[in-house]
């Protein structure tokens, strides 16, 4: 028998290098907890998932520096060490394939914890800024230093969506190679927080790109193109919950000036917020109607509705009904509000607690000959069995 002794660790391994035994220090120290008989480089730390840890806490080490409420940003910090340490112990106890996938998805919930504390510190600043004169040559110097941060992070979001598929993919094709139920039920865990990061990328890509449209590139769009393609897309969500979608049309196209891509984006979120409040085997329908010179389009649901005194925050940045919710971070209604104020439109909601809520879109209609001549052609192009309702 060989001994490798460090301070404060102990390490066995017989002559064919097979792990005899280890104690705590090696598990704290390697972020490892390996078992009898395995080879010594089940013990060897792994590079990507201890990355994820040093930078979760590199991150969060400066947000406990910056944010006025120390002791709840020292919370976090341990929070996180311990979270950390015991999941890369558990994926490389499991599956020390996952270890990796587990590191890089640590790092990236890190970036956007780190992303919302700054933002929070920036809106805090703002406020404190407009109760003071604002010196005129600080402020024009200040908006390329704002503007180049949501560039950063922009680059950022679109670099880590890549790697946040192939990390789906990976625990995919380990899940289906695997028969023991242990690793399955990892592997889904893995896949959850993938996805909900993947999710939250996404997210911050739709708004950055809706507070950079610009009304001299919009097209005549078709309204109920938009609503139907949107429909199209949640139509799974919604079967998955016994939940039925209808689209009431009003039996014209109803066309408005406005980027096709945002206008969609803007209803799916909708059309998603409502099949995640509503009770399975309730109805979700989708009204397209005119008035006056405007278009209207709304999502009527019959889900837990909205109390009134959450109402005015509802459209916030990173506002949650739900604090917690692993759904997202909150960013869906700020970005149908960014995309609604960019199109000189207005969205109004309704709701009465416990028999559902209306969220309403109203854009300015187009002149119809001017919009047939200047369409701009839908994306996709597919269409399934939605039935308009009557």
Known sequence: MKFLIWPYTRLGARKNDALLFCNLGIILLCFAMPSDGQPLTAAAPGVLADFGILAGLALFSVIAGQSKMRLRALGWLIGFWLLAAFVVITARRWTPMVAPVVGVALAYISVVRWRMATRGARRERVLARTAAPVDAPAATHAKPNCARDNEVMLQMMHDLRSPLSTILVMVEKQSAESDCPKQEAFAQSVRDLAQYSLTVAQDFMHLSRAERLDKANFLPVSMLDVGQ???????????????????????????????????????????????????????????????????????????????????????????????????????????????????????????????????????????????EGNRQETRSGYRTGLNPAS
Not at 340 to 362: M, N, Y
């Open 229 to 371: 393609e949107a429909a199209d897309q949640t139509l799974l969500l919604a079967e998955r919950k016994g939940i039925d979608v209808h689209i009431r049309e009003c039996g014209e196209k109803l066309w408005v000036s406005g980027d096709y891509c945002m206008l969609q984006r803007a209803v799916i979120n909708l059309l998603d917020n409502a099949i995640k409040y509503s009770n399975p085997s309730t109805r979700i329908t989708l009204c397209l109607k005119r008035q006056g010179d405007m278009a209207r389009i709304s999502v009527i649901d019959e889900g837990i509705g909205i109390a009134d005194s959450v109402m005015p925050q509802l459209c916030e940045a990173f506002f949650q009904v739900q604090p917690g919710s692993r759904d997202g971070v909150g960013m869906g209604l700020a970005l149908v509000a960014t995309v609604v104020d960019a199109h000189g439109g207005k969205l109004s909601v309704s709701s009465r607690p416990g028999k559902g809520s209306e969220f309403s879109l109203t854009f300015p209609l187009m002149p119809i000959p001017c919009a």
